[in-house]
């Protein structure tokens, strides 16, 4: 199974801050309108990010 998230690469945080780093990602815009063919994929991870949770 693909991971949900690009790897985290670096942490770094102060009193007021949390910045974190993480590896670049090669893709395009998600088309979310009617009748996408990205449709499916986005459901799937939205679905999987659910999941991390129970």
Not at 4 to 27: H, K, Q
């Amino acid at each position: 199974m693909k991971p949900v998230a690009p790897a985290l690469l670096w942490r770094a945080e102060d009193e007021s801050w949390i910045a974190l780093g993480f590896e670049v990602v090669e893709g395009k815009r998600a088309d979310f309108g009617p009748g996408s063919r990205d449709l499916p994929a986005a459901v799937d991870a939205f679905n999987r990010i659910s999941a991390l949770g129970t």
